[in-house]
């Protein structure tokens, strides 16, 4: 037998091994998505525990207003969580941005840090540690800058973490703000929204276990 023949057979064992694993994964998430369709996702919780919601973000002053007024119209308990803002190395309007949204919302706890090319500008792990580092919260949440989440969003995370002990972490569904801009999005839209409720319902279903992404973690 020779290389080609063993790469052959290499290729065709791969690739249906792929297809089956995607296949059963989407017959878990299947089932796991048609569960929580019973439910609204709230859960009840005796106390809301204090949450810092971190928000790195790099020249984003165009979708950071946006992203702010869904963070600050939470239905959270208002005194039970914080926003903190990196404003890690930005080049644009980021600062001034964020300084009229503190002026404007004097009720939020809205915490703004500006970093520089020294102590900032070397990546989201290091804007989020600078966050970590003055963060009150016991419950730490982080939404991507131009994340815009729906008003009932942290409530629902909040509670269905507090629901499990054996819970370390929770994620939460995210769609395409723009999917009707144009046939692009609408596609990537739909391969989004078939990402989380297959492949990531389908690894939760079967072993409980999912990779987090980064737009909205907690």
């Known amino acids: 037998m ?7 057979i290499y290729s065709i064992f791969s690739i249906w091994g792929l297809l089956f694993i995607n ?23 005796l106390e809301y525990p204090i949450v ?8 984003e002053s165009i979708v950071l207003k946006k992203t702010m007024e869904a963070l600050i119209k ?4 208002k005194d039970r969580y914080e926003i903190i803002v990196v404003n890690d190395n930005s080049t644009d309007d980021s600062a001034q941005v964020l300084k009229t949204i503190q002026h404007n919302n ?25 966050a970590l580092s003055v963060a009150s919260g016991s419950v ?24 499990d ?11 395409t703000r723009n999917k009707y801009a144009s046939l692009l999005t609408r596609f990537v839209n739909i391969e989004t929204l078939a990402y989380q409720c297959m492949n990531q319902a389908g690894r939760y279903f079967f072993s409980n276990c999912v990779p987090f992404p ?5």
Not at 74 to 77: C, L, R, T
Not at 140 to 163: G, R
Not at 165 to 175: C, E, M, Y
């Open 214 to 218: 980064a737009p909205i973690t907690l």
């Open 74 to 77: 939470f239905d959270y308990p």
């Open 140 to 163: 730490i949440a982080i939404y991507d800058a131009d994340n815009t989440p729906e008003k009932q969003a942290l409530k629902i995370l909040v509670e269905n973490l507090m629901s």
């Open 23 to 45: 296949i059963l994964l989407s017959i878990g998430g299947y089932i796991y998505i048609m569960r929580m369709y019973r439910t609204d996702g709230h859960h009840t919780v």
């Open 106 to 130: 004097p009720s939020a706890k809205i915490i703004v840090i500006n970093t520089d090319r020294v102590v900032g500008g070397k990546g989201k792990s290091n804007a989020l540690n600078i």
């Open 52 to 59: 810092t919601v971190m928000v790195p973000a790099h020249n």
């Open 165 to 175: 002990d054996k819970l370390g972490a929770v994620i939460g569904k995210f769609r």
């Open 2 to 8: 020779s290389f080609i023949d063993i790469l052959a």
